[in-house]
C-alpha cells in the first residue's frame, strides 16, 4: 500500500507552480491492459509500480493544482467485450479493516476484476441531503473491469450487491452515482432519507418534468 500526505510548506521550488503534463502514457496503457486480462499481468503490474515509482520516505515539493491533477490519459479505454468501472465505498475509521477483510473475500471468491484501490479520508458531509459522509470516514474507491455480456452484467451485479450489505453491515454506505445495481431495499438500508428526498422532489416537481434511470428506477 502507498499511503500519501498532503501539508502545507513555504518552500517554493522553481517552477513548481508549472502544470504538469503527462507523460508515459502508451507504457501506462500497456501495463494497464496487462492487469485487465490476468493475475499475472497485475503481478507485473504492482511490481514495476513498487521498484520504480513508490519510494517509501521520499517527499517532494507540489503545488495542490498538480497535487489534484493525477495522470488519467493513460485510463482511456474502448472495447466491445468490457468496460473499466468506478465504484465507492465508505466506511467509519473503527470498521476498515472489517470492511477490507471482507472486500478481499469478495474480490477473490467471485473472481472480481480489481484492477486498483485507492483509499481517502473523507470529511463529514453537513449540507448534502442525501450525505454519504455523515460522520468522518474512509471512503475506498474500487477500480474494476466487468465485461459487457448480460452474463457478466448478472455477475457483476451479484458481487456489487455483495459489496453493498458488506458496506451497510459495517455501518457504511455506497456511492449512489454509479450502476443501478443494488435492490431497492439495499439503497433504503443505506440511504433511509431516500424516500423523503423522492417526496421533497414530487413536491417541487408535480409534472416531474425533471427525469433520470436512477429517478425511475428507484421512486415507489
Known amino acids: 500500500m502507498t499511503v500519501t500526505s498532503l501539508v502545507r510548506t513555504p518552500e517554493r521550488p522553481k517552477a513548481v507552480f508549472k502544470l504538469n503534463e503527462e507523460t508515459g502514457v502508451e507504457r501506462n496503457k500497456f501495463f494497464l491492459k496487462l492487469s485487465r486480462n490476468s493475475q499475472w499481468g497485475k503481478d507485473i503490474r504492482w511490481f514495476m509500480q513498487e521498484a520504480l515509482v513508490d519510494r517509501p520516505g521520499a517527499t517532494a515539493v507540489l503545488s495542490r493544482n498538480n497535487a489534484m491533477r493525477p495522470e488519467v490519459k493513460f485510463l482511456e479505454y474502448d472495447s466491445p467485450t468490457d468496460a473499466d468501472i468506478l465504484q465507492e465505498y465508505f466506511v467509519p475509521p473503527e470498521n476498515f479493516v472489517s470492511f477490507m477483510d471482507g472486500l478481499r473475500r469478495i474480490v477473490q471468491k467471485r473472481r472480481v476484476n480489481l484492477l486498483s484501490a485507492t483509499v481517502r479520508w473523507v470529511k463529514r458531509d453537513n449540507d448534502s441531503f442525501l450525505r454519504y459522509a455523515r460522520n468522518d470516514c474512509f471512503g475506498i474507491v474500487l477500480y474494476l473491469n466487468q465485461g459487457k455480456s448480460e452474463a457478466e452484467r448478472t455477475r457483476a451485479q451479484e458481487w456489487t450487491r455483495a459489496l453493498v450489505d458488506l458496506a451497510t453491515d459495517v455501518g457504511g454506505v455506497y456511492y ?25 422532489k414530487k413536491q417541487q416537481d408535480p409534472d416531474e418534468l425533471f427525469m433520470s434511470g436512477f429517478y425511475a428506477a428507484y421512486r415507489r
Open 176 to 200: 449512489l452515482p454509479y450502476q443501478k445495481y443494488p435492490t431497492a431495499a439495499q439503497i433504503r438500508r443505506a440511504y433511509p432519507m431516500l424516500d423523503e428526498f423522492f417526496r421533497k
